[in-house]
């Protein structure tokens, strides 16, 4: 099966999406798929078409002929993205993105006739902001022949938003891990290593976690916080160190890249996830699968990545003092966190195996092309 997989962004060594993107591309060609990723051309320095580890990437100036806000820019790139789809002779386009770059593949729609399937990767791409975005999402929604959430949380709130038009062609195919080359290897008890990782933004609450540190600092002086990540708020993060006077206990180590994710968790007593919203948690499943228990807020998809009192601990958004309580449990009882840690594997494993999750898109494909072969009531984009 031919397949043009549509994302925002194609840099798997920074994480998220793109390692998830990357690693589906391969897996599905590792299947006999011929899947083509296309993304926004963000580089100059960049060639137009590349190849990343055996996956063909295009890149198009989506963004650029938008900001150029000159007809003649725009038109041209639907005309590239019409040519691309014709050149591949396509079978289905899986879109990972809700931005603005899949106007062109809308527009292109009649150039080359082939279902769409759209992962949604997060509740915030969800419609709810009204304007052009939400005439957008509303188009890509009504056309796409299937919808897959990245969790129950996200389909619960698509179809919310769009009702009936998103709950009978939608499911939940989970964001499967591959599990880690290396092992788990005995957490540090006496000098306890809490770990926060991911982008240095505000929904990521990892200002509450500093707080919450400060609480188990008092009792535990030997503990320290590493914060892995970078952002906009990592300034601001760094000055609540030094208000709160932890700075000479937290540890702001930068950006790691997705390859080296596991072996930092691997030297952490506990992994901390203050979200104030989070599609899923994929590094509490991390975690799990390096058997490190987890205390995490109760929003969204994390009650999915954590089972309270089994792998981990759920707490509510924004109480740094209910969040610095669950830590402290996890630091008073190790033998109990050690269980918590294995239950996080077996459950990590059970839920969230890769194979899961490529035989489910596999599936997928394949019923969708299908349908679609047969279809004739419009729902399709040969509908266009």
């Not at 991390?286 to 309270?308: I, N």
Request: glycine fraction near 8%; aromatic fraction near 4%; charged fraction near 25%.
């Amino acid at each position: 099966m031919r397949v043009l997989m549509w994302t925002e962004s194609f840099r798997p060594a920074i994480g998220g999406v793109e390692v998830f993107v990357e690693c589906l591309a391969r897996s599905l060609r590792e299947r006999g798929h011929d899947v083509t990723v296309v993304t926004n051309h963000r580089d100059p320095g960049l060639p137009d078409e590349d190849e990343l580890d055996g996956v063909p990437v295009v890149r198009v100036p989506f963004y650029a002929a938008l900001a150029s806000g000159r007809p003649e820019a725009i038109a041209h790139v639907r005309h590239q993205v019409a040519d691309l789809k014709r050149r591949l002779r396509i079978d289905l386009v899986h879109v990972h993105t809700m931005s603005a770059s899949v106007l062109f593949h809308l527009e292109s729609a009649r150039a080359w006739p082939a279902p769409a399937l759209l992962t949604m990767h997060g509740g915030p791409e969800l419609p709810h902001r009204g304007g052009e975005t939400a005439t957008l999402a509303h188009r890509l929604f009504e056309r796409a022949a299937w919808i897959c959430c990245c969790s129950r949380a996200v389909r619960a709130q698509l179809v919310a938003a769009e009702g009936p038009l998103a709950r009978d062609r939608s499911s939940v195919v989970y964001c499967g891990i591959k599990e880690p080359a290396i092992a788990p290897v005995p957490r540090p008890i006496a000098q306890p290593r809490l770990l926060c990782l991911g982008r240095l933004v505000d929904l990521k609450g990892f200002d509450v976690a500093l707080a919450a540190f400060a609480r188990v600092g008092a009792r535990w002086p030997a503990a320290r916080l590493i914060v892995a990540g970078d952002g906009p708020a990592r300034r601001q993060l760094e000055a609540q160190a030094v208000a709160l006077g932890v700075s000479g206990a937290v540890d702001f180590v930068g950006w790691v890249e997705a390859g080296k994710t596991a072996a930092l968790i691997n030297t952490a007593t506990a992994v901390i996830v203050p979200s104030r919203r989070e599609s899923l948690g994929l590094v509490a499943v991390e975690a799990g699968l390096l058997e490190r228990p987890v205390v995490a807020t109760s929003v969204e998809g994390l009650p999915e990545a954590v089972e309270h009192g089994v792998t981990g601990l759920l707490v509510a958004p924004d109480d740094s003092a209910v969040l610095a309580d669950a830590i402290g449990v996890l630091l008073e009882r190790p033998d109990m966190a050690d269980a918590m840690g294995r239950a996080g594997r077996r459950h990590a494993r059970a839920r969230f195996s890769w194979t899961r999750t490529v035989d489910e898109y596999d599936a997928r494909y394949r019923q969708v092309t299908e349908e679609t072969a047969h279809d004739r009531t419009g729902r399709t984009l040969a509908a266009e």
